[in-house]
Protein backbone atom coordinates (compact mmCIF):
# COMPACT_ATOMS: atom_id res chain seq x y z
CA UNK A 1 0.00 0.00 0.00
CA UNK A 2 2.94 2.53 0.46
CA UNK A 3 4.53 1.57 -2.50
CA UNK A 4 1.58 2.31 -4.51
CA UNK A 5 1.23 5.21 -2.61
CA UNK A 6 4.57 6.62 -3.38
CA UNK A 7 4.33 5.68 -6.77
CA UNK A 8 0.96 7.89 -7.24
CA UNK A 9 2.91 10.92 -5.31
CA UNK A 10 5.68 10.25 -7.87
CA UNK A 11 3.69 10.55 -11.29
CA UNK A 12 1.79 13.49 -10.02
CA UNK A 13 5.01 15.70 -9.02
CA UNK A 14 5.56 14.89 -12.69
CA UNK A 15 2.72 15.87 -14.00
CA UNK A 16 2.53 19.40 -12.10
CA UNK A 17 6.49 19.85 -13.08
CA UNK A 18 6.38 23.80 -12.87
CA UNK A 19 9.30 24.90 -15.12
CA UNK A 20 10.91 21.90 -17.28
CA UNK A 21 9.98 18.08 -18.51
CA UNK A 22 13.30 15.97 -19.32
CA UNK A 23 14.00 13.03 -21.47
CA UNK A 24 17.42 11.46 -21.04
CA UNK A 25 19.30 14.87 -21.42
CA UNK A 26 17.12 17.28 -23.35
CA UNK A 27 15.25 19.68 -21.42
CA UNK A 28 12.49 21.86 -22.92
CA UNK A 29 10.67 25.05 -21.38
CA UNK A 30 8.19 27.40 -22.04
CA UNK A 31 7.75 31.37 -20.79
CA UNK A 32 5.03 33.80 -21.72
CA UNK A 33 5.91 37.72 -22.12
CA UNK A 34 2.90 38.45 -19.88
CA UNK A 35 0.27 36.54 -18.17
CA UNK A 36 -2.69 38.92 -18.80
CA UNK A 37 -4.43 40.39 -22.42
CA UNK A 38 -6.48 42.12 -24.08
CA UNK A 39 -8.84 40.09 -26.37
CA UNK A 40 -7.88 40.15 -29.75
CA UNK A 41 -4.65 40.99 -28.80
CA UNK A 42 -1.00 39.04 -29.23
CA UNK A 43 1.30 37.28 -26.77
CA UNK A 44 4.64 35.40 -27.34
CA UNK A 45 5.43 32.03 -26.32
CA UNK A 46 9.30 31.11 -26.30
CA UNK A 47 10.65 27.66 -26.20
CA UNK A 48 13.79 26.34 -25.26
CA UNK A 49 14.70 23.08 -26.50
CA UNK A 50 18.21 22.15 -25.12
CA UNK A 51 19.58 18.99 -26.32
CA UNK A 52 21.96 16.29 -28.36
CA UNK A 53 22.61 17.36 -32.01
CA UNK A 54 21.91 13.99 -32.66
CA UNK A 55 18.39 13.72 -31.76
CA UNK A 56 16.37 14.71 -34.41
CA UNK A 57 12.12 15.54 -33.44
CA UNK A 58 9.45 17.84 -34.07
CA UNK A 59 7.30 19.99 -32.23
CA UNK A 60 3.61 19.24 -32.73
CA UNK A 61 2.68 22.68 -32.45
CA UNK A 62 3.99 22.71 -35.50
CA UNK A 63 1.00 20.51 -36.92
CA UNK A 64 -1.75 22.52 -35.42
CA UNK A 65 -3.20 26.27 -35.48
CA UNK A 66 -4.40 26.59 -31.85
CA UNK A 67 -3.19 25.88 -28.51
CA UNK A 68 -6.79 24.72 -27.33
CA UNK A 69 -10.11 25.10 -27.60
CA UNK A 70 -9.55 28.83 -26.88
CA UNK A 71 -5.98 29.99 -27.95
CA UNK A 72 -4.94 30.15 -31.14
CA UNK A 73 -1.55 30.11 -32.73
CA UNK A 74 -1.08 33.75 -35.34
CA UNK A 75 2.24 33.42 -36.18
CA UNK A 76 5.02 31.32 -35.40
CA UNK A 77 8.71 32.82 -36.32
CA UNK A 78 12.05 31.15 -38.13
CA UNK A 79 13.73 29.38 -35.11
CA UNK A 80 17.16 29.93 -33.83
CA UNK A 81 19.70 27.33 -33.53
CA UNK A 82 22.31 27.75 -31.34
CA UNK A 83 25.72 25.48 -30.76
CA UNK A 84 26.89 25.26 -27.08
CA UNK A 85 29.62 22.99 -27.39
CA UNK A 86 30.03 19.34 -26.61
CA UNK A 87 27.87 17.97 -29.70
CA UNK A 88 24.91 20.13 -27.56
CA UNK A 89 22.56 23.07 -29.21
CA UNK A 90 19.85 25.17 -27.95
CA UNK A 91 16.98 26.16 -30.00
CA UNK A 92 14.80 29.09 -29.36
CA UNK A 93 11.03 29.10 -30.93
CA UNK A 94 8.54 31.91 -30.62
CA UNK A 95 4.79 30.97 -30.93
CA UNK A 96 2.43 33.90 -31.51
CA UNK A 97 -0.48 33.29 -29.27
CA UNK A 98 -3.84 35.03 -29.94
CA UNK A 99 -7.59 34.38 -27.75
CA UNK A 100 -10.70 36.38 -28.65
CA UNK A 101 -12.65 35.14 -25.66
CA UNK A 102 -12.43 36.07 -22.35
CA UNK A 103 -11.22 33.85 -19.49
CA UNK A 104 -8.27 31.85 -17.62
CA UNK A 105 -6.55 29.15 -20.05
CA UNK A 106 -4.07 26.90 -19.84
CA UNK A 107 -1.33 27.10 -22.50
CA UNK A 108 0.31 24.23 -22.67
CA UNK A 109 2.20 21.53 -22.21
CA UNK A 110 4.23 21.56 -25.29
CA UNK A 111 5.48 18.38 -26.95
CA UNK A 112 8.51 18.04 -28.31
CA UNK A 113 8.97 14.17 -30.13
CA UNK A 114 12.33 12.64 -30.50
CA UNK A 115 11.95 8.83 -31.87
CA UNK A 116 10.50 7.27 -28.79
CA UNK A 117 11.12 9.99 -26.29
CA UNK A 118 9.05 12.78 -25.76
CA UNK A 119 9.42 16.11 -24.21
CA UNK A 120 6.97 18.55 -22.07
CA UNK A 121 7.08 21.79 -21.38
CA UNK A 122 5.67 23.14 -18.35
CA UNK A 123 1.86 24.67 -18.27
CA UNK A 124 1.34 28.57 -18.94
CA UNK A 125 -1.70 30.42 -17.55
CA UNK A 126 -2.96 33.25 -19.29
CA UNK A 127 -6.05 35.30 -18.20
CA UNK A 128 -7.82 37.16 -21.13
CA UNK A 129 -9.60 40.10 -20.38
CA UNK A 130 -12.51 42.01 -21.81
CA UNK A 131 -12.93 44.75 -23.66
CA UNK A 132 -14.87 47.35 -21.25
CA UNK A 133 -17.64 48.71 -23.34
CA UNK A 134 -19.70 52.10 -22.06
CA UNK A 135 -23.03 51.36 -22.15
CA UNK A 136 -23.67 54.72 -22.26
CA UNK A 137 -22.35 55.64 -25.17
CA UNK A 138 -23.88 55.54 -28.62
CA UNK A 139 -24.05 52.47 -30.43
CA UNK A 140 -22.94 52.53 -33.76
CA UNK A 141 -23.87 50.37 -36.50
CA UNK A 142 -21.43 48.78 -39.06
CA UNK A 143 -19.70 51.46 -41.56
CA UNK A 144 -21.45 50.97 -45.11
CA UNK A 145 -19.42 49.41 -47.77
CA UNK A 146 -16.92 51.29 -49.58
CA UNK A 147 -16.26 51.40 -52.70
CA UNK A 148 -12.30 50.87 -53.99
CA UNK A 149 -10.77 53.64 -55.74
CA UNK A 150 -9.68 52.37 -59.32
CA UNK A 151 -6.50 52.90 -60.69
CA UNK A 152 -5.21 52.50 -64.39
CA UNK A 153 -3.46 48.96 -64.18
CA UNK A 154 -6.72 47.69 -62.16
CA UNK A 155 -8.14 47.80 -65.63
CA UNK A 156 -5.10 46.27 -67.37
CA UNK A 157 -5.35 42.81 -67.78
CA UNK A 158 -2.62 40.71 -65.64
CA UNK A 159 -0.94 39.30 -68.90
CA UNK A 160 0.08 42.65 -69.64
CA UNK A 161 0.98 43.83 -66.09
CA UNK A 162 2.80 40.50 -65.72
CA UNK A 163 4.88 40.19 -69.00
CA UNK A 164 5.47 44.01 -68.31
CA UNK A 165 9.36 43.40 -69.23
CA UNK A 166 8.31 41.69 -72.86
CA UNK A 167 6.62 45.02 -73.90
CA UNK A 168 9.22 47.36 -72.90
CA UNK A 169 11.65 44.99 -74.70
CA UNK A 170 9.45 45.04 -77.94
CA UNK A 171 8.96 48.26 -77.67
CA UNK A 172 12.80 49.33 -77.49
CA UNK A 173 12.97 47.29 -80.58
CA UNK A 174 10.46 48.88 -82.83
CA UNK A 175 12.19 52.01 -81.70
CA UNK A 176 15.43 51.10 -83.23
CA UNK A 177 14.07 49.65 -86.06
CA UNK A 178 12.20 52.93 -86.75
CA UNK A 179 15.54 54.63 -85.81
CA UNK A 180 17.51 52.64 -88.38
CA UNK A 181 14.86 52.83 -91.13
CA UNK A 182 14.55 56.79 -90.31
CA UNK A 183 17.80 57.82 -90.00
CA UNK A 184 20.53 54.98 -89.95
CA UNK A 185 19.42 54.08 -93.11
CA UNK A 186 20.06 57.31 -95.01
CA UNK A 187 23.44 58.32 -92.94
CA UNK A 188 21.88 60.94 -90.87
CA UNK A 189 22.19 61.26 -87.40
CA UNK A 190 19.52 63.39 -85.62
CA UNK A 191 21.39 63.80 -82.16
CA UNK A 192 24.17 65.75 -84.34
CA UNK A 193 23.75 69.08 -85.33
CA UNK A 194 24.08 69.50 -88.70
CA UNK A 195 25.58 73.11 -90.10
CA UNK A 196 22.61 74.62 -91.61
CA UNK A 197 23.29 74.49 -95.32
CA UNK A 198 22.83 77.33 -98.17
CA UNK A 199 20.40 77.65 -100.41
CA UNK A 200 20.92 76.27 -103.85
CA UNK A 201 21.99 79.28 -105.71
CA UNK A 202 24.16 80.53 -103.23
CA UNK A 203 25.84 77.30 -102.11
CA UNK A 204 26.83 76.67 -106.18
CA UNK A 205 28.23 80.29 -106.65
CA UNK A 206 30.20 80.02 -103.56
CA UNK A 207 31.86 76.50 -104.60
CA UNK A 208 32.03 78.39 -108.34
CA UNK A 209 34.29 80.48 -107.15
CA UNK A 210 36.41 78.21 -105.32
CA UNK A 211 37.11 76.34 -107.75
CA UNK A 212 38.10 78.70 -109.97
CA UNK A 213 40.52 79.87 -107.19
CA UNK A 214 42.29 76.71 -107.32
CA UNK A 215 43.09 76.94 -110.90
CA UNK A 216 43.17 73.21 -111.64
CA UNK A 217 42.88 73.59 -115.65
CA UNK A 218 46.41 76.27 -115.30
CA UNK A 219 48.06 73.31 -113.78
CA UNK A 220 47.22 70.83 -116.27
CA UNK A 221 44.38 69.31 -114.30
CA UNK A 222 42.08 69.46 -116.94
CA UNK A 223 40.39 66.18 -115.66
CA UNK A 224 40.12 67.82 -111.98
CA UNK A 225 38.61 70.71 -113.09
CA UNK A 226 35.59 69.47 -115.21
CA UNK A 227 34.83 66.98 -112.66
CA UNK A 228 35.02 69.68 -109.97
CA UNK A 229 32.77 71.75 -112.21
CA UNK A 230 30.51 69.20 -113.76
CA UNK A 231 29.61 68.12 -109.58
CA UNK A 232 28.72 71.77 -108.74
CA UNK A 233 25.99 71.55 -111.94
CA UNK A 234 24.66 68.25 -110.96
CA UNK A 235 24.04 68.90 -107.13
CA UNK A 236 22.43 72.44 -107.77
CA UNK A 237 20.20 71.20 -110.76
CA UNK A 238 19.43 67.87 -107.71
CA UNK A 239 18.22 70.79 -105.38
CA UNK A 240 16.88 73.42 -107.34
CA UNK A 241 15.18 71.34 -109.71
CA UNK A 242 14.58 68.01 -107.48
CA UNK A 243 16.02 65.89 -110.55
CA UNK A 244 18.19 63.23 -109.37
CA UNK A 245 21.15 64.58 -111.83
CA UNK A 246 23.93 63.09 -109.22
CA UNK A 247 22.95 59.32 -110.94
CA UNK A 248 22.39 60.59 -114.04
CA UNK A 249 24.51 60.48 -117.46
CA UNK A 250 24.73 64.25 -118.91
CA UNK A 251 22.04 63.45 -121.68
CA UNK A 252 19.35 62.22 -119.18
CA UNK A 253 20.15 65.29 -117.54
CA UNK A 254 19.67 67.67 -120.29
CA UNK A 255 16.42 65.22 -121.29
CA UNK A 256 14.71 66.20 -118.08
CA UNK A 257 15.50 69.98 -118.31
CA UNK A 258 14.04 69.88 -121.46
CA UNK A 259 10.87 70.79 -120.79
CA UNK A 260 11.22 72.70 -117.73
CA UNK A 261 10.89 76.43 -118.43
CA UNK A 262 13.05 77.74 -116.24
CA UNK A 263 15.96 76.19 -118.02
CA UNK A 264 15.23 76.56 -121.68
CA UNK A 265 16.91 79.45 -122.36
CA UNK A 266 20.30 78.24 -120.98
CA UNK A 267 19.79 74.57 -121.91
CA UNK A 268 22.58 74.72 -124.66
CA UNK A 269 24.85 76.17 -122.60
CA UNK A 270 24.79 73.41 -120.11
CA UNK A 271 24.55 70.73 -122.80
CA UNK A 272 28.15 72.08 -124.23
CA UNK A 273 29.83 72.24 -120.39
CA UNK A 274 28.44 68.75 -119.55
CA UNK A 275 29.83 67.75 -123.78
CA UNK A 276 33.16 69.00 -122.97
CA UNK A 277 33.65 67.34 -119.49
CA UNK A 278 32.85 64.27 -120.98
CA UNK A 279 35.41 64.59 -123.99
CA UNK A 280 38.20 65.53 -120.91
CA UNK A 281 37.48 62.93 -118.21
CA UNK A 282 36.80 60.01 -121.08
CA UNK A 283 38.70 60.40 -123.97
CA UNK A 284 41.40 62.59 -122.47
CA UNK A 285 41.34 65.41 -124.44
CA UNK A 286 42.98 68.94 -123.94
CA UNK A 287 40.85 71.84 -124.55
CA UNK A 288 41.98 74.82 -124.82
CA UNK A 289 42.42 77.83 -122.18
CA UNK A 290 39.63 79.98 -123.75
CA UNK A 291 37.03 76.53 -123.71
CA UNK A 292 37.87 76.05 -120.20
CA UNK A 293 37.52 79.71 -119.19
CA UNK A 294 33.81 79.58 -121.50
CA UNK A 295 32.83 76.37 -119.62
CA UNK A 296 33.23 78.39 -116.35
CA UNK A 297 31.23 81.70 -117.66
CA UNK A 298 28.75 79.47 -118.89
CA UNK A 299 28.33 77.25 -115.74
CA UNK A 300 27.87 80.70 -113.51
CA UNK A 301 25.59 81.96 -116.47
CA UNK A 302 23.37 78.91 -115.95
CA UNK A 303 22.81 79.00 -111.87
CA UNK A 304 22.35 82.68 -111.80
CA UNK A 305 19.58 82.80 -115.20
CA UNK A 306 17.92 80.05 -113.36
CA UNK A 307 18.18 81.04 -109.56
CA UNK A 308 14.61 81.34 -107.92
CA UNK A 309 12.98 84.59 -108.43
CA UNK A 310 12.26 86.96 -104.91
CA UNK A 311 8.71 86.87 -104.51
CA UNK A 312 7.35 91.09 -104.63
CA UNK A 313 5.05 93.68 -104.40
CA UNK A 314 2.26 94.07 -106.64
CA UNK A 315 3.82 97.05 -107.63
CA UNK A 316 7.07 95.64 -108.98
CA UNK A 317 5.82 92.59 -110.43
CA UNK A 318 6.78 94.40 -114.07
CA UNK A 319 10.08 95.53 -113.38
CA UNK A 320 11.39 92.38 -111.94
CA UNK A 321 9.61 90.30 -115.23
CA UNK A 322 11.85 92.65 -117.34
CA UNK A 323 15.16 92.00 -115.39
CA UNK A 324 14.73 88.04 -115.68
CA UNK A 325 13.86 88.37 -119.56
CA UNK A 326 17.24 90.71 -119.85
CA UNK A 327 19.13 87.62 -117.30
CA UNK A 328 17.89 84.81 -119.78
CA UNK A 329 19.14 87.05 -122.53
CA UNK A 330 22.12 87.51 -121.71
CA UNK A 331 22.42 83.76 -119.89
CA UNK A 332 21.49 82.46 -123.98
CA UNK A 333 24.11 84.76 -125.56
Same mark, same amino acid.
Given at each position: ?25 ? /??? $???? /? ?20 ? !? ?9 ? %? ?15 SLGSDREQIDKQLVIQAFEPGEYSVGPFVYIAGRDTLKSNVLRLRVDSIKVN ?7 ? $???? +? ?33 ? #??? *???? @???? *?? +?? *? ?8 ? *? ?9 ? =?? @??? #? ?9 ? !????? !? ?8 ? /??? =? ?9 ? /?????? =? ?15 ? !?????? @????? $???? @? ?7 ? %?? %? $? ?20
Amino acid at each position: MKSYKKYLTLCLAMLVMPVWAMAGNA /TLT $AKID /TLHVLMGKTRVVSLQLVKDKSM !RGEFLCDKVDT %VNAHVEIAHRPTPKVTSLGSDREQIDKQLVIQAFEPGEYSVGPFVYIAGRDTLKSNVLRLRVDSIKVNEKGDIKDF $APVI +KPPYKFFDWVPDFVTHLWWLWLLGAILAAATWYYY #KFM *RKGK @NPFK *RE +KK *RLPPYEEAMQ *RLALLKAQQLW =QN @NQE #KEYYTGLTDIL !RVYID !RRFHVNAVEM /TST =QIIESLKQNPE /TKLVND =QLSEILAMADFVKFAGQ !RPLADD @NERSM $ARAE @NFVEATKPV %VV %V $AHGEEDSVAASNSETGKEAKK
